[in-house]
Nanobody, 117 residues
Framework: QVQLVESGGGLVQPGGSLTLSCTVS????????MSWYRRAPGKQRELVAIATQDSRINYADSVKGRFTISRDNAKKTVYLQMNNLKPEDTAVYYC???????????WGQGTQVTVSS
């Protein structure tokens, strides 16, 4: 069974930092494009960052320069380092295994990040 389990969310003050982790099982992680999405209250889900199996990295403009996505294939884990957090970063963050060809996508259950003073 495929599982994507996020951790690391919590409450942080503006300007603070958090690191999210997503540990994956049931897929061949090393060839899987991984990404982080988020859904803020009242807003649509948006792509935050993506790290392909070829280590190609892309970020949403809203987080560029503040967030860093990385992956450890040996640990089957993808990370999202979030620095200089802003209240508008408050959202549920979801780990995502992207579609590749006809292979399906998978989602984690999400971890809450709240940025508030």
């Amino acid at each position: 069974q495929v599982q994507l389990v996020e951790s690391g969310g919590g409450l942080v003050q503006p300007g603070g930092s958090l690191t999210l982790s997503c540990t994956v099982s049931g897929i061949i992680f090393a060839i899987s494009p991984m990404s982080w999405y988020r859904r803020a209250p009242g807003k649509q889900r948006e792509l935050v960052a993506i790290a392909t199996q070829d280590s190609r990295i892309n970020y949403a403009d809203s987080v560029k320069g503040r967030f860093t996505i990385s992956r450890d294939n040996a640990k089957k884990t993808v990370y999202l380092q979030m620095n200089n957090l802003k209240p508008e970063d408050t959202a549920v963050y979801y780990c995502h295994k992207d579609r590749i060809g006809l292979l399906p996508e998978y989602w984690g259950q999400g971890t809450q990040v709240t940025v508030s003073s």
